[in-house]
Structures are given as C-alpha cells and as structure tokens.
C-alpha cells in the first residue's frame, strides 16, 4: 500500500489532519490501534473538550462542525477564582465575557462521542482517507524518499511523510530516536460529567484550590464536564468511592451555585505532567497533539494545540506541494518545526507556572495571585487579551483557524 501520508493514532490530532490534507489534495492512510466499532459508540462516557473559537473554525474547514454543531455548548463567559473546599472562592477573581471580543462565543464544549463520530463519518465519505483499524505499528524504516511502516499483522505501508499521533508515549517517535524532557506534578485529573438543577448559563468555571485546579465547563442541557486535579493519593481514594461517596466529596468544591448535582457518566482519572518532545521532526517524519506535546489541562488548551499543530502542517505541507518541494524534505518539516515549537514552549511554560504558583496554600503567593487576579479583571485591555489568548485568536495563526 502506497500514499503520500501515513498517520499513526486514530484519536482526534489524527483525523482533523487526515482530513486537512486529503482536503487539500493529499492521498492518506491513518493506521488506529482501536476497532472502528469502539470508536465510534455512541454512549456518552463523560469525556469532553474545550474547543477554542480557533479550533472550531478548523473543523468548521474540514467539514466536521455541522454534524457536532448541534449537540456544541457556546462557553459565553470563564469565572477564575482561588479559594478553599467548603470555604467558598476569594472575594478576588478574573471575570471573561465573550461580548468584550468581536468574533463569538470564546469556544464550545463538545462531548468526546460526537467529535468522534464526526470524524469517523468524515473520513469514510473521503475517498482519499484510507483507514485501517485494529492495526499497530511495530517497525518503521526510511529509504530514500519513502517512509515505511511494518503492521502487527504483517502488512506494510510505505509514504512519502509519516506522522507520529499517537501520544504522550508516541512509539513512533521512540522508534525514531526522539527523546522527551518533562516532569509530573504529583497531580492526578479525575474527570467526569454531572448533571444539576439550575442552567448554567454558558459560564466555564477554573476554582484554583491548594491541591489543584477544579474546572467546572459548561455542557448542552443542565449538565457540566469536571476536571478535578488532586494529589495523587486523593485521587486514587476518589476514583475508588461509590458514586454517592465521590459526590459528597466533590459538593463542598463544586458548591450549590447550580442545586442539587448527581452524575451522568463513568469517572476516569489520567496523571498529570509536562512532556515535551525534544524534536517535532526527523527523517521523513513529523510529530503532532500529545506526541509532540502534553501539559497541564489548567488552560483546557491541550487538543486546541494539537489543532493548531494540524492546522500548521497541513498549510507547510500544501504549500511545499504547490512550490513542487518534496513534502518531506528537512527543509519542508523545518518549517512546520520552527512555526509550532516556540509557541509550544511558551503555552507549556505558562500551565506549569501557572500550576506552580495557584496549586498550594502558602499566604504570600495566595494575596500575590488574588492582587494579581484583581488587577487583570479591572484592566480591559488585559481583561481582552485574556479573552482573545483563551479564544485561540493570538499568534501567528494558520489559514485554517483564520476561518
């Protein structure tokens, strides 16, 4: 099997980017460790995403959004407060309203269902997406101006640019010698979904507390997805309560803002750390999402920046084409390197400072932050700026995110 991309990891960076190049003309094959069948059930598990405003014009360019648009949630507004459980947030917070920036909404939830589903659709209507599913990856080989992969099964499949989209703990960038630079936090996420009495009004809520952050987002109906960061002891005694248990625990946090709450999901729990790729490119090779990068989820802005990444390769990779340039060429893959990892470092040195300075109780830093908070809220064009960074619409921004 012969095409101009190969793509390992079936997740979302994966398709958005198969769909991106095949858009622009590129033949395709995205090779998924998952069963089709997995991928695309329709229960709802609890899992969602913070879509930027940015991102959602990409799947808007990749005709996915009018199938998820639907069951999307506007986030019209983010509150920032610190505080303590059971002692309710500082006096001292950050408020964000999308009516201070021109373009909408700041971004949408989106169950993790729908979005694959979408992609799922979306590739198998394009004939030149070819995916093969239950496949893994064991040996990966350049020669000359191809690139080819070895199956699990036997098969192969030989490309001309392999990307690497199969996570934290990438295989394919192992198999080509890049190494990682990183740290964990000590810190577990436990996510899950509830539902509650009260609408919720589009408002995203970040509630900062001595052991981590508590993210409290916005879904359709009265329900709303929650990032919980404990320690990581906490987090193994709260994933191993009963559902009425694990709710008593997370109302004092949570609060009574919205009524009563109960759960509408499975709860899963993830660690949490920094881990950078050393390189995004190599030989014939290129890196993208989690990959190429993992951070904190204090900013929500994990897969957004696995979208900026589909967004960028995909605009290098078509431009390379029209300049008749090998699309793989170290001249090509450096350009898509250099476009993506200063904005890279720079958003994961802001999670991991941010991390640092709001995940403890020490009195000093605690006054320092809420002085600083204060600040923010009562300077508009601060204020703005947050709004804009949060939105996706800051940085040298691909066509895609350009709408």
């Known amino acids: 099997m012969t095409t101009d991309i190969i793509i390992v990891g079936g997740g979302l960076n994966g398709p958005a980017l198969a769909l991106a190049a095949a858009n622009a003309g590129f033949t395709v094959t995205i090779i998924d460790s998952l069963p089709v069948d997995e991928r695309a059930a329709p229960d709802f598990d609890g899992r969602s995403y913070a879509l930027a405003l940015a991102s959602q014009r990409l799947l808007r360019g990749i005709g996915v959004w009018d199938q998820v648009a639907g069951d999307a949630q506007p986030m019209l507004e983010i509150k920032v407060t610190d505080g303590r459980a059971g002692e309710g947030p500082s006096p001292w ?22 979005l694959r589903r979408a992609f799922l659709d979306a590739m198998q209507a394009n004939p030149l997406i070819t995916q093969l599913a239950s496949e893994t990856v064991v040996a990966q080989a350049v020669e000359g101006a191809q690139v080819t992969v070895t199956l699990a099964s036997g098969k192969t499949v030989t490309g001309g640019l392999l990307v690497g989209s199969d996570g934290r703990a990438s295989g394919t960038a192992t198999r080509a010698g890049i190494k990682r630079t990183g740290w964990g936090y000590g810190q577990t996420a436990v996510v899950c979904a509830v539902a509650h009495e009260k609408p919720h009004g589009g408002i995203a809520h970040q509630f900062f507390m001595p052991n981590g952050p508590l993210a409290i987002l916005p879904l359709t109906e009265k329900r709303c997805s929650i990032v919980w960061s404990e320690s990581d002891d906490r987090a193994v005694e709260l994933q191993a309560m009963d559902d009425a ?17 109960s759960l509408a999901g499975a709860r899963f729990t993830y660690p949490l750390g920094l881990t950078l790729a050393n390189s995004f490119i190599a030989e014939r090779l290129a890196l993208i999402g989690d990959a190429a990068h993992g951070m904190h989820p204090i900013a929500g802005q994990g897969l957004n920046a696995g979208l900026r990444d589909v967004a960028a390769l995909a605009e290098v990779l078509t431009e390379a084409r029209a300049r008749g340039e090998d699309i793989a060429s170290p001249q090509v893959l450096a350009r898509y390197q250099q476009w993506r990892r200063f904005d890279t470092a720079a958003l994961a040195l802001a999670t991991d400072t941010f991390n640092r300075l709001f995940s403890n109780d020490n009195p000093l830093l605690r006054a320092a932050r809420d002085i600083g908070m204060g600040l923010v809220n009562a300077a508009p064009a601060l204020r703005r700026g947050f709004i804009r960074e949060a939105a996706g619409l800051t940085g040298d921004l691909p066509k895609l995110m350009r709408g």
Do not use: C, K, N
């Not at 917070?93 to 729908?114: N, Q, S």
């Open 93 to 114: 917070m950050m408020h964000f309203d999308h009516a201070e920036i021109e373009e909408g909404p700041m971004g949408y939830m989106v169950e993790d269902r729908h």
């Open 245 to 261: 248990a694990f709710l008593d625990a997370l109302r004092p946090a949570f609060g009574s803002f919205l009524g009563q709450i």
